[in-house]
């Protein structure tokens, strides 16, 4: 934790409600999200019990497993679910646009839009996760066959689960840390995880503080679990009868449909609070403005969506059960730089989040006392242009001479520390400049600072990183297994 999250936390608890911790919002919220709150059966291996699905407050959808234990009505459940999930996803695969790509010498295309799927906390990712694992490779025919939907959703869940462990993607969001991503409370990173009680700290009701809403939400009758655990005071007293009422009905299909009546009933009263906290989420994201760059990484989702649906259209196998060893060091190396890079772009787009940085040392603001932007370096083989500024800082700079740093408001522009004199109260720092002002010898107006103006000065870089390199998994060395089989042996089990 931060020295600034932890001090707003303290905030937070001395004022009794939740404390912005961003001034943007970093993750893309989609215009027509598809909100799932799904139940597993305790007790049971990755059994879904019911879930609430819809893309609007008022289109909400309850999917019940009369019998969670019977693997055949289990899958029923993901047909039903397919039958929301997967006309969902067609609909954002109409209209193509046009991307330059090689410096504008060509072009690739992929959809204007992706889906979004929000989910009430980080073990609904979990849910989703397993129960693409658990059908994805169901067969359609032969023994044991399933619905053709069934092992195409499977598909389309593992790729939303693999989005998000992806920093940065927005395709698949727990709304606990959306939320906790932009506010912070007064109660613990545990505590958090609760949709009602972090709720009650960002948007306590009337005449309720932050910590009495949470100690209000922590009543399951009030307040019922958001998923996919179910409170085992409810399980013994009222599921567990109308399970067996059902089980019980036989035949009888006035008695079915009664029980089944009844499941539906008692379901659905766990799931509509928490799909309602699940609208009021939206809204208080909706409230901040997009960040700078959050537009920029939604197009890397999109770019996702697109290629794995061109995968799909094209007869793509499924998602291996574990990656090869290349494929493994590949995803590694994937998710280290998408994680710099969420991190440098977070802090470029909000004072805040670079406040952060600021303590720790890793960036200052300073302001313009000298410049000379017509400076010229001709000591190489032909003259650039190297103007030099000199900035004043009240704020410790830890970084040394010869260092490069960089500023939000100048990404493409880098600034080397020439020398450092430290004062009374205060540093002075010589900085020589290069990179954001055209190729030739005069710089435009504007891309060097002037005199007056404030600066934040940081050793975050959100360049380009290269790719690393790795052999093709055929040339897997045998210390890692050797190349990998090319057709795994999958049991329908």
């Known amino acids: 934790m931060s020295t600034l999250r932890a001090l707003a936390k303290a905030q937070a608890l001395a004022a009794g409600v939740a404390q912005p911790v961003a001034t943007v919002r970093h993750v893309h919220l989609s215009a027509r999200p598809l909100v799932l709150v799904p139940l597993a059966m305790a007790g049971e291996a990755h059994a879904p019990l019911a879930a609430l699905v819809g893309t609007a407050p008022d289109d909400a959808r309850l999917l019940v497993v009369p019998q969670p234990r019977n693997r055949d009505q289990r899958f029923a459940f993901v047909a039903e679910l397919a039958e929301v999930v997967l006309p969902y996803l067609d609909s954002f695969r109409g209209v193509s646009e046009a991307v330059p790509t090689d410096r504008g010498r060509d072009v690739r295309y992929r959809h204007v839009d992706a889906p979004q799927l929000l989910v009430p906390n980080p073990a609904g990712v979990t849910f989703l996760r397993l129960l693409g694992r658990s059908s994805r490779f169901r067969h359609v025919d032969g023994d044991y066959p399933v619905h053709p939907a069934v092992p195409l959703l499977g598909r389309w869940l593992t790729f939303f689960a693999e989005r998000a462990e992806q920093p940065g993607s927005s395709a698949l969001l727990a709304m606990t840390e959306a939320l906790a991503l932009h506010w912070a409370t007064g109660q613990s990173a545990v505590e958090d995880l609760h949709l009602p009680a972090l709720l009650?700290?960002?948007?306590?009701?009337?005449?309720?503080?932050?910590?009495?809403?949470?100690?209000?939400?922590?009543?399951?009758t009030v307040c019922p679990p958001a998923g996919p655990a179910t409170d085992p005071d409810f399980d013994n007293r009222v599921l567990a009868p109308a399970i067996d009422a059902y089980a019980g009905a036989g035949d009888d299909e006035v008695a079915r449909a009664a029980a089944y009546a009844e499941l539906e009933r008692v379901l659905r009263g766990q799931l509509a609070p928490t799909w309602e906290l699940m609208w009021r989420g939206v809204g208080l994201l909706a409230g901040l403005p997009a960040g700078a760059r959050v537009a920029g990484r939604w197009d890397?989702?999109?770019?996702?969506?697109?290629?794995?649906?061109?995968?799909?259209?094209?007869?793509?196998?499924?998602?291996?059960?574990?990656?090869g060893a290349v494929a493994a060091a590949r995803r590694l190396h994937r998710l280290e730089r998408a994680a710099t890079s969420y991190a440098v772009q977070r802090a470029y787009d909000d004072p805040l989040v670079m406040a952060e940085h600021r303590l720790a040392g890793e960036a200052f603001v300073a302001e313009v006392t000298l410049a000379d932007p017509g400076r010229v370096d001709d000591s190489g083989k032909r003259p650039v242009l190297r103007p030099r500024i000199q900035v004043v800082t009240t704020e410790p700079v830890l970084v040394p001479a010869g260092a490069t740093l960089c500023s939000p408001v100048r990404p493409a522009q880098k600034a080397k520390v020439v020398f450092l004199t430290p004062a009374e109260g205060k540093t002075e720092v010589v900085l020589e400049l290069s990179g954001g002002m055209g190729r030739g010898l005069t710089a435009p107006p504007g891309s060097v600072p002037e005199v007056g103006e404030r600066l934040c000065l940081t050793t975050l870089s959100d360049a380009f990183l290269p790719a690393g390199a790795f052999p093709e998994p055929e040339e897997t060395?045998?210390?890692?297994?050797?190349?990998?089989?090319?057709?795994?042996?999958?049991?329908?089990?």
């Open 200 to 220: 009650g700290w960002i948007d306590p009701p009337p005449g309720l503080t932050g910590a009495q809403a949470a100690a209000r939400a922590e009543d399951p």
């Open 300 to 323: 890397g989702d999109k770019d996702a969506f697109t290629g794995y649906a061109e995968h799909v259209d094209s007869g793509g196998g499924p998602q291996p059960r574990r990656d």
């Open 477 to 493: 060395p045998w210390t890692h297994g050797g190349p990998p089989p090319t057709i795994e042996d999958v049991d329908p089990e």
